[in-house]
T-cell receptor, first 112, second 114 residues
Framework: GNSVTQMEGPVTLSEEAFLTINCTYT??????LFWYVQYPGEGLQLLLK?????DKGSNKGFEATYRKETTSFHLEKGSVQVSDSAVYFC???????????FGKGTMLLVSP | DGGITQSPKYLFRKEGQNVTLSCEQN?????MYWYRQDPGQGLRLIYY???????QKGDIAEGYSVSREKKESFPLTVTSAQKNPTAFYLC?????????????FGDGTRLSIL
């Protein structure tokens, strides 16, 4: 089956620091790739997505590029804010499967 | 505004009791999903439904049951056979048939044992 590997957290940064959260996946087909964010006590929200190789998804200053050759979809942000503190989930959706596969999530803590 | 509503936000279960978690969506989505989230863990799929009157087991269906009698509703029952039900439960829906459409999530129900 599919699998997702995310870097373990928590990732602790100071405000305005650069963020990278690594995500690699295995898939039998040619998946669409998603990043979701979960704020404390809430459900997940779609952060960004990419549906084909070399596509770059972006939203709220976050970016991720679909790298088919390395099966990766790393999340980046140039300058994090305290309000970015949350748990981030990488999730590929393989064309051969009916459901998403979620990574374990990476907690980000940003201090002022 | 369209969205997914989960209720209640907090739920307590006594030993040997079945409890039902509600999930309603007004997004006109065909597919709906139930996930379980434990502290420090990712999301694990319990059940999903791609169309009314049809549903499939996910990775951890034992001790749970669902129904899909209406497009808008996908209730989850946590039965007494689920020996470790304490968790955060998330419901999601998805429109379209393609795999490039995102899932939309409710705000979750936190279930605890009395």
């Amino acid at each position: 089956g599919n699998s997702v590997t995310q870097m373990e957290g928590p990732v602790t940064l100071s405000e305005e620091a650069f963020l990278t959260i690594n995500c690699t996946y295995t898939a039998t087909g040619y998946p669409s790739l998603f990043w979701y964010v979960q704020y404390p006590g809430e459900g997940l929200q779609l952060l960004l997505k990419a549906t084909k190789a070399d596509d770059k998804g972006s939203n709220k200053g976050f970016e991720a590029t679909y790298r088919k050759e390395t099966t990766s979809f790393h999340l980046e942000k140039g300058s994090v804010q305290v309000s970015d503190s949350a748990v981030y989930f990488c999730a590929p959706h393989d064309s051969g499967y009916s459901t998403l596969t979620f990574g374990k999530g990476t907690m980000l803590l940003v201090s002022p | 505004d369209g969205g997914i509503t989960q209720s209640p936000k907090y739920l307590f279960r006594k030993e040997g009791q079945n409890v039902t978690l509600s999930c309603e969506q007004n997004l006109n989505h065909d597919a709906m999903y139930w996930y379980r989230q434990d502290p420090g863990q990712g999301l694990r799929l319990i059940y999903y439904s791609q169309i009314v009157n049809d549903f499939q087991k996910g990775d951890i269906a034992e001790g749970y049951s669902v129904s899909r009698e209406k497009k808008e509703s996908f209730p989850l029952t946590v039965t007494s056979a689920q020996k470790n039900p304490t968790a955060f439960y998330l419901c999601a829906s998805k429109g379209g048939r393609g795999f490039n459409q995102p899932q939309h999530f409710g705000d979750g129900t936190r279930l605890s044992i009395l």
